[in-house]
T-cell receptor, first 110, second 115 residues
Framework: SQKIEQNSEALNIQEGKTATLTCNYTNYSPAYLQWYRQDPGRGPVFLLLIRENEKEKRKERLKVTFDTTLKQSLFHITASQPADSATYLCALAPYNKLIFGAGTRLAVHP | DTGVSQNPRHKITKRGQNVTFRCDPISEHNRLYWYRQTLGQGPEFLTYFQNEAQLEKSRLLSDRFSAERPKGSFSTLEIQRTEQGDSAMYLC?????????????FGQGTRLTVV
């Protein structure tokens, strides 16, 4: 079955630094990959979608890369702020149903 | 349209009781998903609908769980004979599926506590 792996340990960084989160997947060749943000007690919120023919995508301070050979996506937040503290989820859609990784919790310290 | 709406936001029930949750998706969205999420985990896929048709149900899902989407609009998720292990956040999401990737919009979830 398809498997999505994200760093289970929380990522702690200093304000202003770049946060990099990793998403690895197995047993699947996705046409696209999505990233979501989730705050405690709330539903996930869509951030970015990247397709298999796109190496990189940017949105404001966010950047996503997609390496279909390594079966990996990297999610970067540049100039991080305490307000960026949240859990970030990676999602794929094998056979047209959307499935999620466990997420990585990011804490940005002032 | 105010987005995906889930009711109730919180539900406390005694073990063995039945509970039903409701999800109102964004009106023009044709696809609706149900997920379950426990602390420290990502959303776990339960089932999804394309219009009124239930296309897939997770093999991990007990027969105590059933979902409906009559007329392809709102959806309900019922859990019969609840167990303490059913305690979780139940999330609903909708999307306008056109055959390729589109973002999913989530509701705020229903937090179920079985005592």
């Amino acid at each position: 079955s398809q498997k999505i792996e994200q760093n289970s340990e929380a990522l702690n960084i200093q304000e202003g630094k770049t946060a990099t989160l990793t998403c690895n997947y197995t047993n699947y060749s996705p046409a696209y990959l999505q990233w979501y943000r989730q705050d405690p007690g709330r539903g996930p919120v869509f951030l970015l979608l990247i397709r298999e023919n796109e190496k990189e995508k940017r949105k404001e301070r966010l950047k996503v890369t997609f390496d279909t050979t390594l079966k990996q996506s990297l999610f970067h937040i540049t100039a991080s702020q305490p307000a960026d503290s949240a859990t970030y989820l990676c999602a794929l859609a094998p056979y047209n149903k959307l499935i999620f990784g466990a997420g990585t919790r990011l804490a940005v310290h002032p | 349209d105010t987005g995906v709406s889930q009711n109730p936001r919180h539900k406390i029930t005694k073990r063995g009781q039945n509970v039903t949750f409701r999800c109102d998706p964004i009106s023009e969205h044709n696809r609706l998903y149900w997920y379950r999420q426990t602390l420290g985990q990502g959303p776990e896929f339960l089932t999804y609908f394309q219009n009124e048709a239930q296309l897939e149900k997770s093999r991990l899902l007990s027969d105590r769980f059933s979902a409906e989407r009559p007329k392809g609009s709102f959806s309900t998720l019922e859990i019969q004979r609840t167990e303490q292990g059913d305690s979780a956040m139940y999330l609903c999401a909708s999307t306008l599926w056109r055959g390729d990737g589109t973002e999913a919009f989530f509701g705020q979830g229903t937090r179920l506590t079985v005592v």
